[in-house]
């Protein structure tokens, strides 16, 4: 009797060690990727790879970024690897600009969160999709974008300005919780220029629209680990029927939009984005424009541009209320252009050129989507010992690169003026760059500078007891935010 228990004690216990050791070695197998490849590399470990600490949440991914960039910063290159997956960070500004443009056939892709698109439709969108159906969608979309069309929507985000300021001056009576407020504000932009419909988030922090979009944006601990098991372990993402998105989030925008796409055919027009997704449908461009792709590409605008001029936003109105000489000689600036040009109007806008300056200097210092990747998509040869093959993933440490000292000088120092001769220098990319860098970038800076116009030539805005003495970036979140938030006082003048 003792002895068959004994028995099913070592089974059980050999059972145990081989299913530690499949484990052990699914998870570690091809952790000499980059050693045949004779590209310095990292040692990973089984299962977080070179991220452990930021899977417990100990390290921000930036911080890790920057730890391996500055350990590596000789180099052109470092292997790393995201859990198992061999991934090439690049350190070499002159090679990023490679890939980003000149060899952008053999770069064409960003590495996708997921490509189970039956399954979760709304992931069918621009940034998403890959190869001829990125080409045909990027066409589409582009155009929506110009200068023309931004100056007939910019009245849209003229109004929610307008509405910024006339909340804050009844809310500022108390410290502001500056990026909660920057989020009501670009949610009533995005929600007008690109569902159609006013969200009410500023008048109305419990308005529904908004509710929903915050959660999208959560960073708990369990979206944490959902995020990381769809980027690393997308077959167990499937298998355990996990969604990017809980379904009353997809439900929500999806009716609104089917809503309005049903008002805008019974001959209601705007000029926003959805209109001229919808104004593709009656055209012959040879691409099938489906209310289903209108649906998630509006869905990617609000994901892709909600939180990204809101943080930045929040990091100008930091950097300003720390630099109140920099913020007198913006507020001169707003004050004179929208005279000149009677009332915050493009004109106005487009004319403030330091106020873009301090926006440039913001997304370089803290630039919200502090990376960006590609998927190596044709076999090439980037220098002579290093040669990519299909699938291979290629991440490009945007933040990291803003803040060499070999791209600019006094990297950490908030210097606007360094953008005086050139808005766009070699070495800033917080849009990215090349043909799959950010369409939205037009707009963003209208949104953002058009915030900051009404709030500067309104308030004056100054740290509070809450306002932290530095940034430091919250481990929980990929996109950069701070620690315990921005606090600001603002003073009506
Ligand atoms: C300050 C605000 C913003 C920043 C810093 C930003 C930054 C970026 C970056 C770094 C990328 C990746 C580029 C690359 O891989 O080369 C990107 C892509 C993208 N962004 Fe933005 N973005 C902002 C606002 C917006 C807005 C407002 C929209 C839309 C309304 C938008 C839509 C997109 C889309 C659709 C992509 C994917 C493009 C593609 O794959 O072809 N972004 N953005």
Redesign the pocket.
């Known amino acids: 009797m003792w002895l068959s228990g004994i028995l099913l004690v070592i089974v059980v216990i050999l059972l145990l060690l081989t299913l530690l050791l499949a484990v052990f070695h699914y998870s570690s197998k091809g952790r000499k990727y980059w050693y045949f490849k004779k590209v310095p590399y990292r040692e990973p470990c089984p299962i977080f790879g070179n991220f452990g600490p930021t899977f417990t949440m100990r390290r921000s991914y930036t911080n890790m970024l920057k730890y391996f960039y500055e350990k590596y910063k000789d180099e052109k290159y470092v292997g790393l690897f995201q859990a198992r997956r061999p991934t090439l960070m690049v350190i070499d500004l002159e090679m990023a600009k490679r890939i980003?443009s000149k060899e952008f056939q053999s770069f064409s892709d960003?590495v996708s969160v997921s490509t189970d698109t039956q399954r979760e439709p709304l992931l069918r969108?621009?940034?998403?999709?890959g190869g001829a159906e990125?080409k045909a969608?990027?066409h589409i979309?582009t155009p929506t974008?110009s200068s023309a069309k931004m100056k007939a929507m910019f009245p849209l985000i003229a109004e929610c300005a307008q509405t910024l300021k006339n909340v804050l001056l009844k809310e500022a009576v108390e410290d502001i919780n500056v990026p909660s407020m920057m989020t009501r504000f670009?949610t009533d932009v995005?929600g007008s220029?690109?569902f159609g419909v006013d969200p009410g988030s500023l008048k109305n922090p419990d308005s529904p629209f908004l509710q929903m979009s915050q959660k999208m944006f959560k960073i708990d601990r369990a979206t944490v680990l959902k995020r990381y098991c769809r980027t690393f372990f997308p077959r167990l993402f499937k298998w355990l029927n996990l969604r990017s998105y809980s379904s009353n989030v997809e439900t929500f925008f999806t009716s609104i939009i089917n809503q309005v796409l049903a008002e805008r055919r019974s001959g209601v027009q705007r000029h926003d984005?959805l209109q001229l997704m919808l104004n593709e449908q009656k055209t012959d461009s040879g691409f099938l424009m489906t209310d289903a792709l209108i649906i998630s590409?509006s869905f990617?605008?609000?994901?892709?541009?909600?939180e990204?001029?809101a943080?930045?936003l929040s990091f100008s109105l930091y950097e300003l209320a720390k630099d109140q000489e920099i913020q007198d000689r913006v507020r001169t600036e707003i004050t004179e252009c929208l005279e000149r040009h009677d009332g915050l109007n493009y004109d106005a806008v487009i004319a403030m050129r330091l106020l873009y300056q301090v926006?440039a200097e913001t997304?370089r210092l803290h630039?919200?989507?502090p990376?960006?990747?590609?998927l190596c998509t044709a076999p090439i040869t980037l220098d002579e010992e290093l040669t990519l093959k299909v699938r291979d993933p290629v991440l490009?440490p945007?933040h990291c690169i803003q803040r060499d000292p070999r791209n600019f000088p006094d990297p950490d120092k908030f210097d606007p003026d360094r953008f005086a001769d050139d808005l766009n220098p070699s070495g800033f990319?917080?849009?990215?760059?090349?043909?799959?860098?950010?369409?939205?970038?037009r707009?963003?800076?209208l949104?953002?500078a058009a915030g900051l116009a009404a709030i500067l030539s309104t308030f004056t805005v100054e740290p509070c007891e809450r306002t932290t003495p530095q940034i430091q970036y919250d481990p929980r979140s990929v996109m950069l935010k701070n620690i315990g938030g921005i606090w600001l006082k603002f003073v009506a003048k």
């Open positions: 980003y960003r969108n621009l940034a998403n999709m990125w969608m990027r979309v974008f670009t995005i220029c690109a984005f590409n990617i605008f609000m994901l892709a541009g909600l990204t001029s943080t930045t926006v997304l630039p919200p989507t990376m960006t990747t590609r490009i945007i990319m917080a849009y990215g760059e090349g043909p799959r860098s950010c369409p939205g970038a707009f963003a800076q949104t953002v």
